[in-house]
Nanobody, 127 residues
Framework: QVQLVESGGGLVQAGGSLRLSCVAS????????MGWFRQAPGKEREFVAV????????YYQDFVKSRFTISRDNNKNTLYLQMNSLKPEDTAVYYC????????????????????WGQGTQVTVSS
């Protein structure tokens, strides 16, 4: 399994930006597609974005398209989520996740596709 540690969350005003990071352990980071999910209070965890192992392919949930950008640096074993034009409804705990298997081209969008999860980082957007 891949060990994941997120950072970068915090409190920001609406319209502001944050960049989340997720550092992965191990030497096979590029063999895994990686994703971001979020969970708001009282709601189910939902898919945000996913990126292939090489970083060449990405897919986003509709509500974050053109505002969020997922990227990765395989030399640093790090996944990123750049979040711009934040809205109060983006308030949630954000989780990074690694694909359940070494499937670098798999762009899963459900929790079942991912087998390793970070502890989460809180993002709060004030109005």
């Amino acid at each position: 399994q891949v060990q994941l540690v997120e950072s970068g969350g915090g409190l920001v005003q609406a319209g502001g930006s944050l960049r989340l990071s997720c550092v992965a352990s191990g030497r096979t980071f590029s063999s895994y597609s990686m994703g971001w999910f979020r969970q708001a209070p009282g709601k189910e965890r939902e898919f945000v974005a996913v990126i292939s192992g090489s970083g060449d392919n990405t897919y986003y949930q509709d509500f974050v398209k053109s505002r969020f950008t997922i990227s990765r640096d395989n030399n640093k074993n790090t996944l990123y989520l750049q979040m711009n034009s934040l809205k109060p409804e983006d308030t949630a705990v954000y989780y990074c996740a690694a694909d359940r298997y070494m499937r670098p081209t798999n762009l899963g969008t459900t929790s079942r596709s991912f087998g390793s999860w970070g502890q989460g980082t809180q993002v709060t957007v004030s109005s």
